[in-house]
């Protein structure tokens, strides 16, 4: 059974994910309101979010080979991060070490190098092997679902990831908070990788300080 999936992002008016004020508290404030077990992250995301906000990685220590201790009213949720090529070596840790998540549980593909996966083990990473040369994104969601019980999975990256679960007709709901800001021509919008129109319904308008929550149902193009 596939979980809910809900897209989710803070944008300017003209829709850019970046060049414009972020408040990033608000930003995960209001990501914490969807009650996503996971979130799923594209690691072209995973690894930019590192060189923005650090400019040298901390080292990997002892303890973040071994899985962090969970406990039992720990709210936070998971990380799922796609990453079938292997951009993550290396720096996977960061993640483990920031504390914002219980874990991190890896995508990848049939095609993903052997190296990686060891690295992943020797680190105890959970991993999900779905798809031949790219994480398939459906067969891991429905991973997700059956293998943890994730009922609703949100995703807050740059575009990409957005497009192939809106292209794969996998996003049952968009979620936006927008900032009153233009970006103008050099923005960078959030859909632009969508190749086809995606029909929306609209389902609520809420007033966030000086932003607005807008939320929408997606329209699916095959009968569930």
Known sequence: MLPKVVVYNS?????????????????????????????????DTAKSGIELFMKTPPAEQPSDRQKPVIKPDDKRGYWAMADSRAKLKGLMHVYRQSGYGKDVIVLVSESTPKDYLDYLTERNYDYIVAGSDHVDLRKALEELNQRYGFKTVATDT??????????EDLVDEVQLLVSPEIVGEKAVNLFRAVKAPVKLEFVVCEEIKSLVLLTYKVKKKKPV
Not at 158 to 167: K, Q, R, Y
């Open 11 to 43: 944008v300017s008016v003209d829709g850019a994910i970046k060049d414009f004020e972020l408040d990033i508290a608000l930003h995960y404030e209001v990501a914490g309101r969807i009650g996503a077990e996971v979130m799923l992250v594209g690691s």
């Open 158 to 167: 740059g575009g990409v990831l957005a497009a192939a679960l809106l292209e």
